[in-house]
T-cell receptor, first 114, second 109 residues
Framework: GAVVSQHPSWVICKSGTSVKIECRSLDFQATTMFWYRQFPKQSLMLMATSNEGSKATYEQGVEKDKFLINHASLTLSTLTVTSAHPEDSSFYIC??????????FGDGTRLSIL | TQLLEQSPQFLSIQEGENLTVYCNSSSVFSSLQWYRQEPGEGPVLLVTVVTGGEVKKLKRLTFQFGDARKDSSLHITAAQPGDTGLYLCAGGSNYKLTFGKGTLLTVNP
């Protein structure tokens, strides 16, 4: 089946630093990639949708200047959390799709800001 | 905005018991998907239901899509500790999914 790889799986950093998370589709071309945030014991909340080669569409309440998304190729999207603060600590999950099959999810990135 | 309500939110049972979790909405969905998520991992797709009234079986798991395509259920027979996890339903298109809040299932040995 389709595989999505997410890296890193866990990152701990100091408040004020920026963190980049990569999401790669390994065996299919992800024309669309999605970024979700999940707090403990809660469901996935969609943050933004990105289409290859165009600007991401952000959900209401998500700061686009805080969460920078780049989808430069059909197999790679990146999420950069800029000037991260403790309240940004969460589990970030990406998924990829080509419109013809259900989204396939990465294994998530646990972000802890000290 | 299409909303999905899942119930129960938490469920703790003994190994061997049967259980059913529900996913309900006031909106019609073209399809519904069920995922299972284990701690520290991403959701894994279990099944997609598309046709109203459809029933799909995956070993001990039985998924049903309501006739009106507004609700779905997941029934697990003879639950095992390995079934423990967060069960999420999601609806919408392949381009945008709306997730329910999930049912956190714990199966005790």
């Amino acid at each position: 089946g389709a595989v999505v790889s997410q890296h890193p799986s866990w990152v701990i950093c100091k408040s004020g630093t920026s963190v980049k998370i990569e999401c790669r589709s390994l065996d299919f071309q992800a024309t669309t990639m999605f970024w979700y945030r999940q707090f403990p014991k809660q469901s996935l909340m969609l943050m933004a949708t990105s289409n290859e080669g165009s600007k991401a569409t952000y959900e209401q309440g998500v700061e686009k200047d805080k969460f920078l998304i780049n989808h430069a190729s059909l197999t790679l999207s990146t999420l950069t959390v800029t000037s991260a603060h403790p309240e940004d600590s969460s589990f970030y999950i990406c998924s990829g799709g080509d419109g013809n099959q259900p989204q396939h999810f990465g294994d998530g990135t646990r972000l802890s800001i000290l | 905005t299409q909303l999905l309500e899942q119930s129960p939110q938490f469920l703790s049972i003994q190994e061997g018991e049967n259980l059913t979790v529900y996913c309900n909405s006031s909106s019609v969905f073209s399809s519904l998907q069920w995922y299972r998520q284990e701690p520290g991992e991403g959701p894994v797709l279990l099944v997609t239901v598309v046709t109203g009234g459809e029933v799909k079986k995956l070993k001990r798991l039985t998924f049903q899509f309501g006739d009106a395509r507004k609700d779905s259920s997941l029934h697990i027979t003879a639950a095992q500790p390995g079934d423990t996890g967060l069960y999420l339903c999601a609806g919408g298109s392949n381009y945008k999914l709306t997730f329910g809040k999930g049912t956190l299932l714990t199966v005790n040995p």
